[in-house]
């Protein structure tokens, strides 16, 4: 078999009938906006987060996707037009662009070098009296330092909203991602860790008054049918893909561990390869690995991940360019581990179903293209 980023291919043949169950008992019900699929997905979601740990009940609302999940958390608190917003730039763009959408501005601090996740003393040097929230993003599967975060959002009155697009069932201290901030948001993008197949997110929260708030914005603003006391959004998780995430997600534990699992061995296989920086696991926290990202020497990156591909090892470069340099999102800001971050990166391949032969093979691949590029770069 080839070898592929994430394997969507072997997900359905391993889930097949339950799949088709799921959809069958969706068509036989009828019922495809909202209503029970998308309510019973809800509480297993809010069942899983509160079993990694969470110190208090946590709510879960179902939304269109992981975009919406932000702009929706984000309307929750209040953010508007003349509002600040710090989060990273080196993310997938929609972390700065929910604040962008609301007329705040995004403002932008640089992350740790050992975790690419937002540096707290980067958050406070960026503080200022428009500042209305700090969104962190628990990048590749691991959550950013939310005790120094929290220490520093909470002496200024701010709060956190955890962009864990890509970390559902990571967490931080023996608390799950999601309870750590003021919100948690989701995407469940087909390639995530818990993937629809199609578009969907959710938003996660531990404080109740603000549950009910993101559910009443999710719902055009309604307090109740025709009532509208707020400006809202139309954003619904549908019925199909709710039912296929129940099934995801009753074998997410089993996929983390499989991505744990490789990421092990990945560790094993690079321990001596002088030339790369394996991902650092931060003691606090539990590790998901959406992705297993390698830096390697930035001017040898591009003709490295070329000769991969040329060896049959695809490889992605999650994120080429930082937020801050794009137009709509230009900052005059000195962010040289995000820079530094951007140049040298590189994922491998990363998914539950890769085998312990396929991890081989890669960091095999790996090796020779080092071997055979490294020289030739230095030359
Ligand atoms: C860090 C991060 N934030 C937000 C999103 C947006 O999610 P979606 O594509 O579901 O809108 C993604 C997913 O691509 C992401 O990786």
Request: proline share 6%; hydrophobic share 50%; with cysteine.
């Amino acid at each position: 078999m080839s070898l592929q980023m994430v394997d969507l291919r072997a997900q359905i043949e391993a889930t097949r009938p339950e799949i088709d169950a799921a959809l069958a008992a969706v068509l036989d019900r009828g019922a495809f906006v909202r209503g029970p699929f998308v309510a019973a997905f809800e509480e297993e979601l809010a069942a899983y987060v509160t079993g990694l740990g969470a110190e208090h009940e946590v709510h879960a609302l179902g939304v269109a996707n992981g975009t919406d999940a932000l702009q929706i958390a984000l309307m929750a608190l209040g953010v508007g037009v003349g509002d600040e917003v710090i989060c990273p730039a080196f993310t997938f763009v929609a972390t700065a662009e929910a604040a962008a959408l609301l007329g705040a501005t995004p403002v932008f601090a640089d992350i740790d070098p050992d975790t690419f996740n937002l540096d707290p003393a980067g958050v406070e040097a960026a503080i200022t009296e428009r500042t209305k929230a700090v969104v962190p993003v628990h990048l590749f599967g691991q959550c950013a330092d939310m005790t120094a975060l929290r220490t520093v959002c909470d002496a200024h009155g701010l709060p956190l909203v955890e962009d864990m697009a890509q970390a559902v069932g990571a967490t931080w201290s023996g608390r799950p991602a999601g309870t750590l901030g003021a919100l948690g948001t989701l995407s469940f993008y087909p390639s995530k860790n818990l993937g629809a197949f199609g578009d969907g997110g959710a938003i996660l929260t531990t404080d109740a008054a603000l549950a009910d708030r993101v559910r009443q914005i999710a719902n055009h603003g309604a307090a109740k049918k025709y009532h509208h006391t707020a400006v809202g959004v139309n954003s619904r998780l549908d019925a199909m893909q709710a039912a296929i995430l129940s099934v995801h997600l009753r074998h997410l534990p089993v996929w983390t561990d499989a991505r744990r699992a490789a990421a092990s061995l990945y560790d094993e296989a690079f321990a001596e390869v002088d030339e790369v920086v394996r991902p650092v696991r931060r003691d606090e926290a539990r590790h998901v690995f959406h992705q297993y990202t390698l830096r390697v020497p930035a001017g040898a990156r591009d003709a490295i991940a070329a000769d991969l591909r040329a060896r049959g090892v695809p490889t992605m470069i999650y994120y080429p360019e930082p937020l801050h340099v794009m137009e709509p999102y230009r900052a005059d800001v000195h962010l040289p581990e995000t820079d530094r971050a951007c140049a040298e990166v590189l994922s491998l391949p990363m998914h539950p179903h890769l085998s312990p032969a396929d991890v081989t093979r890669v960091a095999d691949a790996v090796r020779a293209s080092l071997a055979s590029v490294l020289p030739a770069v230095a030359a």
